[in-house]
């Protein structure tokens, strides 16, 4: 036993390893901050000042964004610390290259993640609030946190849906995208701000889309979204639980990373599988997971695993607390809640870089 175990009753460490750690953590508390120079980079418009790659002083880029330049100058040296921009030390200037423009500038890019911040701020509002409920164990309701939780979790998933959704995924199912080509009805449940539900009505003119969700705020926000998209006229939203979804005769049954907040998914599916025509299908989009923690360790698990403890845990448990899936169920649990819901044939039809897509029917 050594002097220090002696003395302190602890054992011994390795200091080498203390401070090896102690570094990623110092890592991961700068990565949290730098989330929030993306958020101001994001909302003062310093990235779109950025976005046509040409080098600029601070003094550019707060012309260009209507900034004040010290606060930019700053800004940019976090930026360029991240690795986000490119700085020039002979011309003193920063360069926010193509590549970064498609992720940060660009909200037409597959690759956007500029306004998902937003689900981070929101995040770290409720903090509190979870870590106290961690002990009382009531849950923490999707419509208790700040209103950026729901912009920014739309702004999160839109490029997925935008890219994917009606050139690959619905494409992947058994003869649905002739259904609505020819005009078929599609129930949209947790639609949020309705983001899926716009891009299926403007692909699918001869369709219905209609989209539920509990959140009142998000269906105003959602109809509002598919006017100015021009697609009013064969989309609908309609405040409604999923367990208990209006109407009948869906040609298809929509959950967009959605399933897994629910309290009681089972009893989600259960009506889902009730209104769905006799040749309908329910499509299932999930975040892309492993069945195995141990093979879910990953940076984008990480992220997901946390947003659900903060997130999509806590609702579900303020839903009811049935089987609370969490958004790194993966495919053998959403299997099992697909087949207890009376789904027989369940197959895992396409993928994208952070979800995965199964089609079930009775």
């Known amino acids: 036993?050594?002097?220090?175990?002696?003395?302190?009753?602890?054992?011994?460490?390795?200091?080498?390893?203390?401070?090896?750690?102690?570094?990623?953590?110092?890592?991961?508390?700068?990565?949290?901050?730098?989330?929030?120079?993306?958020?101001?980079?994001h909302h003062a418009g310093l990235y779109a000042a950025m976005a046509d790659g040409e080098p600029l002083t601070p003094e550019g880029v707060a012309e260009r964004a209507g900034a004040h330049p010290r606060y930019v100058r700053e800004w940019l040296g976090a930026q360029a610390a991240s690795g986000y921009v490119h700085y020039d030390p002979d011309s003193g200037t920063y360069r926010l290259p193509p590549e970064h423009a498609a992720v940060l500038a660009d909200a037409t890019s597959p690759a956007y993640l500029g306004g998902a911040n937003d689900s981070m701020a929101a995040i770290w509002a409720a903090a509190d609030t979870v870590a106290a409920d961690f002990t009382a164990g009531e849950g923490v309701p999707w419509h208790a946190h700040d209103p950026r939780m729901f912009s920014g979790t739309a702004e999160l998933f839109r490029p997925s849906y935008e890219a994917f959704l009606t050139s690959e995924w619905i494409p992947s199912l058994d003869g649905i995208e002739d259904k609505l080509t020819a005009g078929g009805l599609v129930a949209d449940v947790g639609c949020g701000h309705g983001v899926s539900t716009i891009v299926m009505g403007r692909s699918y003119p001869a369709s219905h889309i209609y989209g539920f969700d509990g959140h009142e705020a998000s269906i105003t926000a959602a109809r509002r979204r598919a006017a100015d998209a021009g697609v009013a006229e064969n989309t609908g939203f309609e405040v409604a639980q999923a367990a208990e979804l209006p109407g009948d005769g869906y040609d298809l049954v929509c959950f967009f990373d959605a399933l897994h907040d629910m309290g009681?998914?089972?009893?989600?599916?259960?009506?889902?599988?009730?209104?769905?025509?006799?040749?309908?299908?329910?499509?299932?989009?999930?975040?892309?997971?492993?069945?195995?923690?141990?093979?879910?360790?990953?940076?984008?698990?990480?992220?997901f695993y946390s947003a659900s403890t903060l997130v999509c845990t806590a609702n579900g448990i303020a839903q009811g607390n049935h089987p609370v899936l969490g958004a790194q169920a993966g495919e053998a649990a959403l299997r099992e809640v697909l087949n207890r819901a009376g789904f027989t044939r369940v197959r895992r039809t396409a993928d994208a870089p952070i979800n995965l897509v199964l089609e079930a029917r009775p």
């Not at 390893?17 to 120079?37: E, N, S």
């Open 264 to 303: 009681d998914p089972v009893a989600a599916l259960v009506r889902a599988r009730e209104v769905l025509a006799s040749d309908g299908a329910v499509m299932l989009i999930e975040p892309l997971a492993q069945d195995r923690v141990e093979d879910n360790l990953t940076p984008v698990n990480r992220m």
């Open 1 to 41: 036993m050594s002097v220090e175990q002696v003395e302190t009753g602890r054992p011994a460490l390795d200091q080498d390893r203390v401070g090896q750690f102690a570094g990623q953590v110092v890592g991961d508390i700068a990565a949290v901050l730098a989330g929030a120079t993306m958020y101001i980079g």
